[in-house]
């Protein structure tokens, strides 16, 4: 195996892999030499995206598609056992899928079972659980392991286009990676949670489905552009590899500026 692979032989754990910023980490972990765990509720996404590493990555990668509904817990659980069944070990675990319901708005009109659903199925319980069974695993390994937990720009800054509990639920997720990284940090479990900015996935174009909805959010970014999926990719890849070594509770944004932002150019 090649020495400038980023994540050789390293045990990767991807969720909501059969789409969006899931897909694109997929290729890029096993492009790096990493053996793949794709988990979707989507079965038939994740196995596509084990073909595609098939097709598309030469070498020594390993990539293995499971179903997994990140909203049970008894399918978190035997997800992370068949990554360790299947490649003796568990290394990263990207605790990236999550949902934004199109009912999810202010106070005011946000009725309690889209709060509900969004709190308990994939946006923050579903990370929670994901971290339990990576770190029950990664403490049985001697080189611990990193653990991304995806959370989003807006869980940094409001936005008067209310997805409250969406909103809600990526805050807590900084907040739980934040302090797991605390418990961990002399464990070698390092722990960081990725603020993506708006993307181009499926997930936000579907919601942003009229030129009038996009532009309301493009004056807002600094670059002039909605951001790629393979773009988030590539800082999971330094977050999980040891490049980002002494790395450990940050709410690491790659958000095009979007959080740093008062007045946007020209
Ligand atoms: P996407 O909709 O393109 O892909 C999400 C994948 O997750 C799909 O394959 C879907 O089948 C899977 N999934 C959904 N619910 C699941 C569940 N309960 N269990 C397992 N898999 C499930 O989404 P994306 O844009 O790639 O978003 C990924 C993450 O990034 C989400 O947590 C999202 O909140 C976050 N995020 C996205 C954006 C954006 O603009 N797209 C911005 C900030 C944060």
């Not at 980490?25 to 595609?52: C, K, M, S, W």
């Not at 951001?227 to 690491?252: C, H, N, P, R, Y």
């Amino acid at each position: 195996m090649s020495a400038t692979l980023r994540l050789p032989g390293k045990v990767c754990i991807i969720t909501g892999a059969g789409a969006g910023i899931g897909l694109e980490t997929a290729l890029v972990f096993a492009q790096e030499g990493a053996h793949v765990v794709a988990a979707d509720i989507n079965e038939q996404a994740a196995q596509r995206t084990v073909e595609t590493i098939q097709k598309q990555v030469n070498g020594a990668a390993k990539a293995i598609a499971v179903k997994c509904d990140v909203s049970k817990e008894a399918e978190i659980k035997a997800m992370v056992a068949k990554a360790v069944e299947e490649f003796g070990k568990l290394d990263v675990i990207f605790n990236n899928a999550g949902i934004m319901h199109p009912q999810d708005d202010n106070a005011l009109n946000t009725e309690e079972r889209i709060w509900d659903l969004t709190m308990n199925s994939a946006n923050l319980k579903g990370v929670w659980w994901g971290c339990k069974y990576a770190i029950e695993a990664m403490l049985k390994n001697p080189k611990g392991g990193s653990i991304i937990n995806t959370a989003s720009f807006v869980a940094l800054m409001g936005a008067a286009t209310p997805q409250l509990a969406y909103t809600a639920s990526k805050g807590a997720v900084l907040a739980m990676t934040r302090e797991l990284a605390m418990v961990h940090a002399r464990d070698g479990i390092r722990l960081n949670s990725l603020c993506p900015g708006p993307l181009k996935t499926e997930l936000l174009m579907s919601f942003l489905d009229t030129p009038e909805k996009k532009e309301r959010r493009m004056v807002h970014i600094p670059m002039g552009r909605f951001g790629e999926a393979v773009e988030q990719a590539k800082a999971a890849l330094f977050l999980a590899s040891d490049d980002s070594s002494f790395i450990t509770g940050t709410d690491f944004k790659v958000d095009g500026g979007i959080s740093g932002c008062y007045v946007t150019p020209l």
